[in-house]
């Protein structure tokens, strides 16, 4: 079993950053990567950022320049630091991980663009 929990999330103007934060715990051994995604009102839940255990870091064409995927392995912590904000970065933003072939998911967290 893995836990995972985000925080970080909230109401920020056009332009502005955040950053998010999912500690996990658990079964950490046998995680390869994580991940955070996102799913917009009415839409589906989209891939945001992934790092890997490696290190190694990919995104999506619509944050590329602007988001940042990190992690802490001492805090067994992920970061995505989000910058230049946009509205449509509006979304509930979760933290995944893969583990022993099961999904895992955070609670999510709010994250609102005002223009």
């Known amino acids: 079993q893995v836990q995972l929990v985000e925080s970080g999330g909230g109401l920020v103007e056009a332009g502005e950053s955040l950053r998010l934060s999912c500690a996990a715990s658990g079964r950490m051994f046998s995680i390869n990567a994580m991940d955070w995604y996102r799913q917009a009102p009415g839409k589906q839940r989209e891939l945001v950022a992934v790092?890997?255990?490696?290190?190694?870091?990919n995104y999506a064409d619509s944050v590329k320049g602007r988001f940042t995927i990190s992690r802490d392995q001492g805090k067994n912590t992920v970061y995505l630091q989000m910058n230049n904000l946009k509205p449509e970065d509006t979304a509930v933003y979760y933290c995944h991980t893969l583990s022993g072939g099961r999904h895992f998911w955070g609670q999510g967290t709010q994250v609102t663009v005002s223009s």
């Open positions: 790092i890997t255990r490696g290190g190694s870091t």
